[in-house]
């Protein structure tokens, strides 16, 4: 599939309709991080396939946020196929939508006047964007005695809570592959900016803008040289300057 892409050994990105997910595999055993729109589903199967796994060898589902367009298919994979679907304790009751931080159709509308935005908001309803997708069995991660300890999942990935996007967006960084997955804490394009590169989405998704700044130095902290966005492709870098770029794109 061209839309899957071997960033590492056992580490690949999907791009899916305006949204990425990825794959971590260790042996059989699979961790999918972020699920897409709901109309990805067939999409997201193929992209396992094409690594050469099945829903089936499905360890856990990593959310990093749980907007309609990274939890599309999480409720179906984790009843389907009895995996739990895992995410930062603040992040649970959003899954479960017993509130909701995510762009109102009031605030597209102000924005339609911006490019790409009305072009993007009818995409997201054929993407499944406005269906019920919440999580009633979402579950927050194991408590880790170190917050650098890495999950026991395939891929080893180490939470980093980076609150601002959603409360308890988190971002998931694979020291040993030298990978950061930065979800919509930075991403690398979208089609309502003009941006390209390391950037943050525009304000209008953003929860708590002065938050989603103070990600980006959590972010900068960390060592990596390939950061992996919920929107947008690859990029090849380090940390640190990826989130001063974003800063100097949001100033």
Known sequence: ME???QVRPGVHLVHGSDTNWVILTEGDAVTLVDTGYRN??????ASLEAVGRRPEDLTAILITHAHADHIGSARHLGETYDVPVLMHPGEVPHARREFLHQVTPGQILRNSWRPGVVPWARRVIRSGGTADVRVPRAEAFPD???PLEPLDLPGRPVPVHTPGHTGGHCAYHLPQAGVLITGDALV?????????????LPSMFQHDWDGALGALRVMGALEADVLLPGHGPAHDGSPAAATEQARRAAA
């Open 3 to 5: 839309d899957v892409t």
């Open 40 to 45: 990805d589903r067939d999409q997201l199967i």
């Open 144 to 146: 880790l005695p170190d």
């Open 188 to 200: 690398t394009g979208h089609p309502t900016s003009r941006v390209r590169g390391p950037q943050l």
